[in-house]
């Protein structure tokens, strides 16, 4: 019987992955694939390596967004993950592909653009290529370096049990513009010309990590880290799980509970509501109320809120674990803890309030929604 090869959406991003990567094989190499970036050694020392590409009509529309914007926008997602692992950015190499037809000038307007967000971010531009495409392609590898005196990279796979759970940045923000671009909430002019309408549409446009926190919460004693980047659930659940391949068979000889036959000992992240709601802050609440009159939601909007602050992402904001008892450095708010539970092969490892998410959306690159639970909790 003759097999059926899989399509890339039916493998997914992370299939995809798993079957290409291979364990490093050169000294050079400190740390591979798996995390927000590589760590390379370098005359002795240590290079932080990350890199993303972003398609035209996947990642970006022109009728949405400006091209200096978008410029920015392919910097400022790289750069957040050289600071999730408590770097520095220190360069860019910019790659810019597009139709030959395409007006000079978007092109040079999000050249321009991407060296106003290097700036921003510390760093400079300091190289690329052009090459001529079907659509516009924007490919940036970011370096970056680790900062005295900790010099050691966050990983995803640092929390543990007891650890806080806290984040810096804005959460909520680009989901809220992505939902108001795409005419989820109407097309009305004085909507979409509201003051937090036009904030929420340009923090879409052009996310704004908070550069140099990661390198605080490194300094601070962060144990895991990432950014917001595929939706805040998704990457919680990154951390999870990775933590708990680490842990291993640690997390059952220090636990309380004993799991019977079909169950583990699970790393779990539970957040709260109420600290979730608060680290969106006020302004985004009101947003969300603004746009519940518009579809006749009568909750005041915290469904809608919720939802952006859960599973829309690119934020690109710094979620991070710190140890329990430790005073979170300045703009991380505290959203919830790490614990264990007895967990099957089909439990999630996320839970609200304590009660277990079902599914944790988010971003995946083939599927654009990803809905799913951890394969095996024993891999």
């Not at 001529?132 to 990279?153: F, K, M, W, Y």
């Not at 979730?276 to 609440?285: I, Q, R, T, V, Y």
């Not at 829309?312 to 979620?319: A, F, I, M, N, P």
């Amino acid at each position: 019987m003759t097999s059926v090869e899989p399509t890339v959406a039916e493998l997914g991003e992370l299939g995809i992955i798993s079957s290409v990567v291979c364990p490093p094989r050169h000294s050079s190499t400190v740390l591979g694939s798996g995390d927000d970036s590589a760590v390379v050694t370098a005359r002795g020392d240590r290079a932080v390596v990350s890199t993303d590409i972003l398609v035209e009509g996947e990642h970006f529309r022109l009728d949405w967004s400006d091209p200096h914007s978008i410029g920015r926008r392919a910097i400022a997602q790289n750069a957040a993950d050289i600071e999730a692992m408590g770097a520095h950015p220190t360069g860019y190499v910019v790659a810019i592909a597009a139709p030959r037809d395409t007006p000079a000038h978007i092109i040079t307007a999000i050249g321009q653009g991407a060296v106003a967000e290097a700036h921003r971010s510390g760093a400079d531009v300091v190289g690329g290529d052009f090459s001529s495409a079907q659509q516009i392609v924007i490919c940036v590898t970011a370096l970056g370096q680790l900062i005295e005196p900790v010099h050691t990279p966050v990983l995803q796979s640092g929390a543990r049990p007891g650890d806080i759970v806290a984040i810096a940045g804005t959460l909520g923000w680009s989901a809220a513009g992505l939902d108001i671009l795409s005419g989820t909430f109407g097309t009305q002019e004085e909507f979409l010309h509201h003051v937090l309408v036009e904030h929420a549409c340009d923090l879409y446009r052009c996310p704004r990590p908070p550069y140099g926190y990661g390198a605080r919460a490194a300094a601070d004693g962060a144990t895991a880290m990432t950014d917001v980047s595929d939706g805040l659930l998704l990457d919680l659940h990154h951390i999870a799980r990775h933590s708990q391949e680490k842990l291993g068979e640690e997390l059952r000889l220090h636990s309380e509970y004993t799991p019977a036959a079909g169950e583990t000992v699970a790393l779990t992240v539970n957040l709260s509501n109420e600290q979730l709601f608060a680290a969106a802050g006020e302004s985004l609440s009101e947003l969300a109320a603004l746009c519940a009159e518009r579809v006749a939601q009568r909750d005041g909007g915290r469904a809608i809120m919720r939802r952006w602050i859960l599973s829309g992402g690119e934020d690109h904001g710094l979620v991070a674990t710190f140890p329990a008892g430790t005073e979170l450095p300045g703009g991380f708010r505290h959203i919830g803890v790490v614990d264990t539970v007895v967990a099957t092969n089909d439990s999630s490892l996320i839970s609200i309030d304590g009660n277990e998410v079902s599914t944790v959306g988010g971003w995946e690159s083939f599927n654009h929604v990803a809905q799913y639970r951890p394969q095996s909790l024993n891999n």
